[in-house]
């Protein structure tokens, strides 16, 4: 997963259904990220810290990736799993 980021762009699509007696809403956020390529070294110790686990694709953007991005569109929120943004629109 990881060197198929590297050099590479990725999407993170993130899906939201909020349903209650009287009103249901749903929204669907996308956010991509063009990653320059990783170095080896980098890549190997991220691997061996074990902090991948638990990212879906081994992708996060804070951490190892944070310093790959060249650049990014759409909700950091999206990408972390939950667009807060959206749901706040939908609930305050």
Do not use: H, P
């Not at 980098?42 to 638990?54: N, R, T, V």
């Not at 879906?56 to 999206?78: Q, V």
């Amino acid at each position: 997963m990881l060197q198929a980021q590297s050099g590479a762009s990725c999407a993170v699509y993130t899906a939201m259904i909020f349903c209650s007696k009287a009103l249901e809403l749903s929204a669907l956020s996308v956010a991509s990220f063009e990653f320059a390529e990783f170095n080896e070294a980098d890549l190997k110790g991220y691997i061996a810290s074990g902090d991948w686990c638990g990212k879906a694709g081994a992708m996060s953007i804070e951490g190892f990736n944070e310093k790959y991005i060249k650049s990014s569109r759409g909700s950091k929120f999206t990408a972390m799993g939950l667009d807060l943004e959206i749901l706040k629109r939908f609930v305050w």
